[in-house]
């Protein structure tokens, strides 16, 4: 019987070399793996972001290949860098995990990261491996403003048109599909295993003068009020202008669960949502509501066809 080499036979750095030998730097890197620090040109002011990717959190060996892991940890913070209207130019990343893992996992999680940072247009520049109970992954991804202001989350104003870009629903509904041991609709659970954000799709709202943007991670409801709370004015989600994917339907009608609420609150889809000056929003994107003046709703939430709404909002860590 065949035996599975692990990372711990393999040993830190024969693994490391194996995991950045295909690596392609772009134009901007002029010092990739290997040294004591990447090294890469900025046009413009740096923008950065973090996100942490646990184990029996965010993904599920079980549910999830080790290539589907590696383009979702690139996917899930790209999309902060599109978010901001910038470019992204360099990822970093901390690998941790057990001894015992196979250590074809960790050259496949490399090979996901590398394929979806070619979709993105960034570079992998180099990171860090250590021991741990469960396979945790936290990347950085630096990104450029290149000439441009960065797209806050503040500067939303009443009568911009409130838009969306990308998939909504989609990862909600697969990780219900998955929990329940599901494979099918595909899209659903190919959404939860890694989102398709909708890459460029920043730098065109921004240059397109977007007021206030931001990704849709934790769900619709739950993003769109960190715009409401920070800008502080109130929005109204139209739900007649809101795409509901059938694959998202489906999954509605066999779990008997509403296919709104995940397109609303299931989170994870990494879309991407902005607010807009009247007439102003770019090819590609839907309006699904306003924002209001403070004459009509003084208190800066988020509302559903003009009500409040009485349901879960969205993903929240630490919440018991």
């Known amino acids: 019987m065949a035996t599975t080499t692990t990372i711990s036979q393999v040993g830190e750095f024969p693994l490391i070399s194996s995991m950045v030998a295909d690596l392609a730097m772009g134009q901007a890197v002029t010092l990739g ?14 923008v950065v972001s973090t996100d942490v990717l646990v184990e029996e959190v965010h993904f599920r060996r079980r549910w999830s290949t080790a290539t589907d892991v590696g383009r979702k940890a690139v996917a899930v913070n790209v999309s902060d860098i599109e978010a901001m209207g910038a470019v992204p130019v360099a990822v970093v990343v901390g690998f941790s995990a057990p001894g015992d893992l196979p250590a074809a996992w960790a050259r496949e999680f490399m090979a996901g990261m590398a394929s979806e940072a070619d979709k993105a247009g960034v570079s992998v520049v180099g990171g860090d491996t250590t021991g741990g109970p469960v396979v945790s992954i936290a990347v950085t991804v630096i990104g450029q403003t290149a000439g441009m202001a960065p797209v806050r989350r503040d500067g939303a ?22 929990g329940r041991g599901f494979r099918s609709p595909r899209a659903a659970v190919a959404a939860q295993r890694c989102p398709e954000v909708p890459y460029g ?4 709202a921004a240059k397109a003068g977007a007021h206030a943007m931001i990704d849709v991670s934790d769900g619709l409801l739950a993003d769109l009020g960190h715009i409401a709370e920070m800008s502080g004015f109130a929005i109204d989600i139209d739900t007649s202008k809101l ?20 397109v609303l609150a299931g989170g994870e889809d990494h879309a991407l949502a902005a607010t807009f000056a ?34 879960e909002r969205g993903w929240t860590h630490f919440h018991s």
């Open 33 to 46: 793996p290997g040294d004591d620090g990447a090294v890469f040109q900025i046009d413009g002011s740096a």
């Open 157 to 178: 104003v009443p009568g911009d048109e409130v838009a969306v870009v990308g998939q909504l629903g989609l990862a909600g509904a697969g990780l219900v599909l998955l």
């Open 201 to 204: 799709q920043g730098r065109v």
């Open 243 to 262: 795409d509901v994917a059938e694959p998202v339907r489906t999954v509605g009608m066999a779990t008997g669960v509403d296919p709104l609420t995940w």
């Open 278 to 311: 009247p007439n102003t929003v770019p090819d590609g994107w839907t309006v699904i509501g306003r924002v209001l003046p403070p004459d009509q709703v003084s208190d800066p939430t988020v509302l559903v066809d003009g009500q409040a709404w009485e349901h």
